[in-house]
């Protein structure tokens, strides 16, 4: 059982380049979550999933693009890269928007810097 | 809207002493509430949580934590704190019942075992 699966696990972008952040989970969770963490500020939500075909900004979405196609898919695009978006993201899952109180799975995260 | 204060940005305590961590949460109705610990370069993991059972919850790694509604406190303990114990932890908060975008993050208490 994998649980969420990050990729990469590091990556240097050069300031305007793009990339694609991947997520999947394999426990046929409907909600999914991408957070990033930066030092002293604890995880802000990026965007949200409360399943295939439904996504919603949460509160930084700027610089960002998701989509959901599938259940266990949910990667995240940075379309134009920029030294703010230099951080550690992480793609997280739960079953019911934790409203049975399960909690989130977190993927291991994704470091990455923009230079 | 709801919120999570985490008093202390770093504890420091000495290897088999108590552990005290306080967060305090803002909301109109009592939430769920969850610790999550991260150990370095890796994802968060669930220490515990609570749903409106019982008010003491033990957690993982001999942790528990304490709902207290009239101080609007959840507040993370340890008896005898072990080098092992050495991370970030994070609370956060989410409606009773859940809700779509999911788990409001507290900015993180860096935990330091002194020798």
């Known amino acids: 059982n994998a649980g969420v699966t990050q990729t990469p696990k590091f990556r240097i972008l050069k300031i305007g380049q793009s990339m694609t952040l991947q997520c999947t989970q394999d426990?046929?969770?409907?909600?999914m979550y991408w957070y990033r963490q930066d030092p002293g500020m604890g995880l802000k939500l990026i965007y949200y999933?409360?399943?295939?075909?439904?996504?919603d900004k949460g509160e930084v979405p700027n610089g960002y693009n998701v989509s959901r196609s599938t259940t266990e898919d949910f990667p995240l695009r940075l379309e134009l890269a920029a030294p703010s978006q230099t951080s550690v993201y992480f793609c997280a899952s739960s079953y019911y928007g934790t409203g049975d109180g399960s909690g989130y799975t977190f993927g291991s995260g994704t470091r990455l810097t923009v230079v | 809207a709801q919120s999570v204060t985490q008093l202390g940005s770093h504890v420091s305590v000495s290897e088999g002493a108590l552990v005290l961590l306080r967060c305090n949460y803002s909301?109109?109705?009592?939430?769920?509430l969850f610790w999550y610990v991260q150990y370095p370069n890796q994802g968060l993991q669930l220490l515990l949580k609570y749903t409106s059972a019982a008010t003491l919850v033990k957690g993982i790694n001999g942790f528990e934590a304490e709902f207290k509604k009239s101080e609007t406190s959840f507040h993370l303990t340890k008896p005898s704190a072990h080098m092992s114990d050495a991370a970030e932890y994070f609370c956060?908060?989410?409606?009773?019942?859940?809700?779509?975008?999911?788990?409001?993050f507290g900015k993180g208490t860096h935990l330091i075992i002194q020798p």
């Open positions: 909301s109109s109705v009592p939430p769920y």
């Open positions: 956060a908060v989410i409606p009773s019942g859940g809700g779509a975008d999911g788990l409001t």
């Open positions: 426990m046929n969770h409907n909600y």
């Open positions: 999933s409360v399943g295939a075909g439904i996504t």
